[in-house]
T-cell receptor, first 113, second 114 residues
Framework: AQSVAQPEDQVNVAEGNPLTVKCTYS??????LFWYVQYPNRGLQFLLK??????LVKGSYGFEAEFNKSQTSFHLKKPSALVSDSALYFC???????????FGAGTRLFVKA | NAGVTQTPKFQVLKTGQSMTLQCAQD?????MSWYRQDPGMGLRLIHY???????DQGEVPNGYNVSRSTTEDFPLRLLSAAPSQTSVYFC?????????????FGPGTRLTVL
């Protein structure tokens, strides 16, 4: 069965510093991985996805994610954090056998000015 | 283009009451789904649909019913509300529900069951 884990409940960074939000996955077969962001009192918004090809995926708002097959990881990164990046971030993996998406528990990112 | 809309935004129910959460999308997406979000548990899939007239159960379907009579609408019914159903509910849609399709989420309904 497919699963994802987000090992950090919370990540704190200073504005201007690089940020990383971690995600590891477990799948049988090729992984289809996604990152979503949730701002307060809002629905989730799609950031980026890994399907195949280049291990570095670029997405919205300057975010990127690095796919590492040997470490079964898909970490979300940004070179320079903004206070407005403060939100809840979810990693997700598609269930290859059906139509379901499995979400991680989420990581809350705080960016301090 | 409104995307995915949900009504109501907030709802308070008493135990045993029933209600319907509404969801609509105007993107002509075939796939629609309902999730509940609880603290520390991420999103859990309740029910989903891959097209009009086709629905299936997700991870936590008990206590909920769905139907899909049109492409646009995917209502979620709580048959007899319980305090354990206190949660934030999100509706989402995607083009065809294929492995590569990202989902578009509505703004959510915050439900409290007393």
């Amino acid at each position: 069965a497919q699963s994802v884990a987000q090992p950090e409940d919370q990540v704190n960074v200073a504005e201007g510093n690089p940020l990383t939000v971690k995600c590891t996955y477990s799948v049988s077969g090729n992984p289809y991985l996604f990152w979503y962001v949730q701002y307060p009192n809002r629905g989730l918004q799609f950031l980026l996805k890994y399907i195949t090809g280049d291990n570095l995926v670029k997405g919205s708002y300057g975010f990127e994610a690095e796919f590492n097959k040997s470490q079964t990881s898909f970490h979300l990164k940004k070179p320079s954090a903004l206070v407005s990046d403060s939100a809840l971030y979810f990693c997700a993996v598609r269930d290859i056998g059906g139509f379901k998406t499995i979400f991680g528990a989420g990581t809350r990112l705080f960016v301090k000015a | 283009n409104a995307g995915v809309t949900q009504t109501p935004k907030f709802q308070v129910l008493k135990t045993g009451q029933s209600m319907t959460l509404q969801c609509a999308q105007d993107m002509n997406h075939e796939y629609m789904s309902w999730y509940r979000q609880d603290p520390g548990m991420g999103l859990r899939l309740i029910h989903y649909s891959v097209g009009a007239g086709i629905t299936d159960q997700g991870e936590v379907p008990n206590g909920y019913n769905v139907s899909r009579s049109t492409t646009e609408d995917f209502p979620l019914r709580l048959l007899s509300a319980a305090p354990s159903q206190t949660s934030v509910y999100f509706c989402a849609s995607s083009y065809k529900g294929q492995l590569t399709d990202e989902q578009f989420f509505g703004p959510g309904t915050r439900l409290t069951v007393l």
